[in-house]
């Protein structure tokens, strides 16, 4: 799905100063250093101590494939990219989505997922674009579902939190009248609350991909070869059935 909509002046000045480790340095070392969020189901979240979901798994399937160990290192969401600017992890991996101005600020690799930003209500709340004038929407901060809902005319109200889970939680205790947030996390969610939530329209779709420092040549042409490979061998299948029983790679 998403995110993180700092503004790319700030994310430039972040680019100066200091190199981001190169392949060769990475490979030497051993160990990749992989950052994201951790409070974002399925794709990436902490179960206790222990990281998990479809994003963590897929990382680390292809740190295995380039002969590397992984050093997890979780910030909430708004920061990752700012860290990645500062060189404190050699990539992120946390439903990035791709907008032409984050690809002015960070390299994406090829993309590891398609989704969209979709629309859940409780019975009988609003399920399309429309539905939602007069309405309060929540949606987490810093997020392309932020920008996206706020393009939808006559909407009243859009609510930010600085987690996905409390902006779903402030749609199961009614304080607002819809949620936006990834399509896949949203049929999670009205699988989960078992008929109390519907899922409607996608307001936008997006590619998402993983995040390398500007000009980090060497290290993208690896996540990217290391990528086509799980697509190709059954790895990225298989991991993709595990968390939403369907293939979730872009199909064009």
């Not at 901060?141 to 006559?154: D, I, S």
């Not at 609510?159 to 749609?171: E, V």
């Not at 939403?244 to 199909?251: E, H, M, N, Q, S």
Request: net charge positive.
């Amino acid at each position: 799905m998403k995110k993180t909509l700092l503004s790319l002046a700030a994310l430039t000045l972040l680019a100066s100063g200091a190199q981001a480790r190169t392949w060769e340095a990475i490979k030497q070392s051993g160990t990749i250093k992989i950052a994201t969020e951790g409070a974002f189901p399925p794709f990436n979240i902490l179960k206790g101590k222990q990281l998990t979901g479809f994003e963590v798994e897929l990382a680390e399937a292809l740190a295995k494939q380039l002969g590397l160990k992984v050093q997890w290192v979780t910030q909430p969401f708004d920061n990752l990219l700012i860290g990645l600017q500062q060189d404190r992890y050699d990539f992120v991996i946390a439903s990035h989505g791709i907008t032409p101005e984050r690809a002015k600020a960070v390299d994406f690799a090829n993309p590891h997922y398609c989704t969209g930003g979709a629309i859940v209500s409780k019975v009988g709340g609003p399920k399309t674009a429309a539905d939602l004038k007069g309405k309060t929407v929540a949606v987490q901060v810093g997020t392309t579902y932020l920008e996206n809902v706020r393009k939808v005319a006559g909407v009243k109200d859009v609510k930010t939190f600085p987690k996905d889970t409390d902006a779903q939680a402030a749609l199961m205790a009614g304080r607002v009248d819809a949620w936006v947030g990834d399509k896949f996390t949203g049929l999670d969610l009205v699988k989960a609350q078992k008929g109390k939530l519907v899922a409607g329209d996608l307001l936008f779709s997006e590619r998402i991909g993983m995040a390398v420092k500007k000009g980090n040549a060497g290290l993208l042409k690896e996540l990217n070869a290391a990528l086509a490979k799980a697509m190709s061998n059954g790895t990225y299948a298989k991991l993709s059935t595990k968390y939403f029983g369907t293939d979730v790679r872009c199909k064009n």
